[in-house]
């Protein structure tokens, strides 16, 4: 699911930030002495697939003098640098990182058939189902985007990354407040359910304009703060599924309503595999390191794992939205 964009917000360096890499005085002089020759006289005749990912002769210049100090690094067993915050990684049509975009579009796919699965299984009276749909919607614009920015790393690009990945996470909370604490529409409505949902739905959409207003407004975008924002939504979207997942002794949320709080069908164990997905595979951004074939690095292969655990987040709110105490739930 798109909340998994939490963890690439986090641990993903801001490519404004300076690199060991571009700091160098190798780096500078090269890319000075390509700039003079190949781009001072006028624009350089970029190939069709740089010029239309918006390639500039000087970020062609950063690019070659990039791979030839990484291809003399590597020749002599030298340290690979980073440069402007990332790894030096082949382009691939105009694509600066090919594997996140691939990666990025299979989670696309996984969330376009999840809401194709919805669809088809789940009722269309059933009062969750526009959620689910929803939030399908949402993270297939957050992977759309991802997509883009990780074919060209631009303050555009990024920002709108960014804040579809916020969009998602903060719209993965107010769904489960919506689903756990049952404040979906019923057949008989009741005030204090139907306004605590106007009120929580106020408050997502203040939170998430606040939140782009805020990041957009300063004259440098804040990481720090959007980190934590991102980790606080998510952490409490993981805490309360956690809840739902405890043993039927141990119950503090009411799954379904209808039903007591000790009944938990056998699939509510599911929620915390999810959790416990989600964390292991943020582990891999913690392994660091160059790409291998300058392809395949650490955040690529994160994507690549979040794309099966969203199947598999999506299998859970099916077999959560079939079970028989909906159909208790409709009688209320």
């Known amino acids: 699911m798109k909340l998994l964009l939490l963890y690439a917000a986090i641990t993903c360096l801001p490519s404004c930030y300076a690199s060991s890499g571009d700091r160098s005085h190798i780096y500078q002089d090269c890319v000075s002495r390509c700039h003079t020759q ?16 918006r390639w ?16 003399a690094a590597i020749d002599t067993g030298e340290r690979i640098h980073q440069y402007h915050g990332k790894w030096p990684f082949w382009r691939f049509a105009g694509m600066q990182e090919p594997a996140s975009v691939a990666f990025s579009l299979l989670n696309l796919l996984f969330h376009v058939r999840g809401a194709q699965r ?9 009062p969750m189902r526009w959620y689910y749909l929803a939030f399908s919607a949402v993270s297939v614009n957050a992977w759309i985007w991802s997509s883009v920015f990780h074919t060209r790393d631009l303050p555009t690009t990024e920002k709108l990354d960014y804040f579809s ?48 207003t805020y990041l957009t407004v300063l004259p440098r975008f804040d990481y720090t703060y959007n980190m934590a924002f991102n980790l606080g939504i998510g952490m409490t979207h993981n805490v309360l599924w956690l809840l739902y997942s405890l043993p039927a002794s141990l119950s503090l949320v009411r799954r379904f309503p209808g039903k007591p709080k000790s009944y938990r069908p056998t699939f509510a164990s599911k929620a915390a ?30 994507h690549l794992a979040t794309a099966p655990i969203a199947a598999f987040w999506y299998q859970f709110l099916i077999e959560d939205s079939l079970d028989d105490s909906w159909r ?5």
């Open 56 to 71: 500039t002769c000087t970020d062609d210049c950063k690019y070659q003098c990039m791979h030839l100090i990484t291809d």
């Open 118 to 126: 919805v669809r088809q299984r789940i009722p269309i009276e059933h």
């Open 273 to 302: 595999v999810f959790v416990l997905l989600t964390t292991a595979a943020t582990v891999l951004e913690l392994f660091d390191f160059p790409p291998w074939y300058r392809t395949i690095d650490a955040h690529s292969l994160w």
């Open 165 to 212: 990945a916020a969009l998602a996470i903060i719209y993965a909370l107010f769904y489960t407040i919506v689903r756990l604490f049952h404040l979906y529409p019923r057949r008989t409505p009741q005030h204090f359910r139907r306004r605590a949902h106007h009120i929580w739905a106020t408050v997502c959409c203040v939170a998430y304009i606040s939140h782009v």
């Open 328 to 332: 208790t739930a409709k009688s209320e």
């Open 38 to 53: 190949s781009c001072a006289a006028g624009p350089a005749d970029l190939p069709i697939a740089l010029r239309l990912t």
